[in-house]
């Protein structure tokens, strides 16, 4: 008797866990769409996928266990349920897309966010074409085994795939690794105002490097995400953030703090039919409502200005407070100009210490 009571209790435990994560993603996201209130979203799913523990000639990726858990946090603070994948072997890395897909990408108005922090690698074939690979924890080196790897590895052309595969009108895929865009075209304009155009199907798409450039085992461009949804990324200060607005502030601080090692890439699939609308994140806040019984820390360490030696890179990494953001730089102007007496003082006129 008293093991069935135990049993009942997990099971209500578990039942009541499960409720409790698919709510986080069940609140909807309402916008202004020309002067009206619109219902964007009506469920938000993002699916964190992080590879550590390399097997066959990678070096090891200890930093993205962390990475992991800070964007989980960030992410349920902005509405969404997450799902993790730890380690994919190339088996499940292709199973966890597809169970997300048939799970969520099914519905119109869900908002779908796919992140990926591993190594990427980029192939240049003979004719001189460039290939991307997200890399599986199981995935041989390209240097030793190429036709094995290629097995193993899966090319961005799968998830171009996966991308055209699903009914909700927006999804965003997010890549912490570096390898070719071509993909996507590249977005180099001022991001556009929320209007009826943003409600229109798109597939954006921002990595964390270009091709044959490297990046630390510690993230920057993760903690910079964390930084753009708790509203450094609201560029035009409306209290919501486009995957435009997202795309080109990583874009600029990421070549910033990295020193110009790092160029994030950000656009739109060549894709007619789903080019055209923008994905949208309310800003977050640390009065978002989280789930009851959740502590989460709104709070991204400062790492010291170090060098950091790892096998992926020497990258010499700013701390974030070294530069301010743009909202911190308007303000300070404000003051200068407002409360700052100017005065014009004729060339040679001026003698020091008088």
């Keep these: 008797m008293k093991a069935r009571f135990t049993i009942l209790l997990v099971s209500v435990f578990l039942f009541t866990s499960f409720l409790s994560g698919q709510d986080r993603g069940m609140k ?17 799913h993002a699916l964190l ?12 990726l200890p930093g993205v266990r962390d990475e992991v858990t800070m964007l989980k946090s960030a992410l349920e603070r902005n509405g969404f349920a997450v799902e993790v994948v730890m380690n994919p072997t190339s088996d499940q890395l292709y199973r966890a897309f597809t169970d997300f897909i048939n799970l969520y990408g099914q519905d119109l108005d869900n908002r779908l966010l796919f992140f990926f922090a591993g190594h990427g690698y980029t192939l240049k074939t003979a004719w001189g074409e460039e290939l991307g690979y997200l890399v599986p924890v199981n995935a041989p080196n390209p240097n030793y085994d190429p036709g094995e790897f290629q097995n193993q590895a899966m090319e961005m052309a799968q998830v171009e ?31 556009e105002i929320i209007t009826y155009k943003t409600t229109l199907p798109v597939r954006q798409f921002i990595t964390s490097g270009s091709a044959e450039e490297t990046v630390p085992d510690k993230s920057i461009f993760a903690e910079l995400f964390v930084r753009a949804l708790e509203g450094e990324a609201d560029l035009d200060r409306n209290d919501y953030i486009t995957g435009s607005e997202l795309g080109d502030y990583l874009q600029s601080n990421v070549v910033n703090y990295t020193m110009s090692r790092q160029h994030p890439q950000y ?88």
Aim: aromatic share 8%; hydrophobic share 30%.
């Design 28 to 44: 909807p996201v309402q916008v202004p769409v020309d002067g009206k209130t619109t219902t964007l979203y009506n469920s938000s």
């Design 49 to 60: 996928i992080g590879a550590v523990d390399y097997q066959s000639g990678w070096p090891q």
């Design 161 to 191: 795939i996966y991308a055209r595969r699903l009914q909700a009108k927006h999804a965003l895929f997010i890549f912490d690794a570096c390898f070719s865009g071509s993909l996507f075209s590249n977005t180099r304009s001022i991001p």
């Design 267 to 354: 656009g739109k699939i060549r894709n007619p039919n789903l080019d055209k609308g923008d994905f949208v994140f309310p800003v977050s806040s640390e009065e978002t409502a989280v789930s009851p019984g959740t502590t989460v820390s709104t709070t991204i360490a400062t790492p010291p200005r170090t060098t950091v030696t790892h096998p992926r890179a020497t990258v010499t990494t700013p701390r974030p407070t070294d530069i301010k953001s743009q909202r911190e730089i308007d303000e300070m102007n404000r003051e200068i100009n407002e409360f700052t007496p100017m005065a014009f003082v004729e060339g040679g006129t001026y003698l020091m210490g008088a």
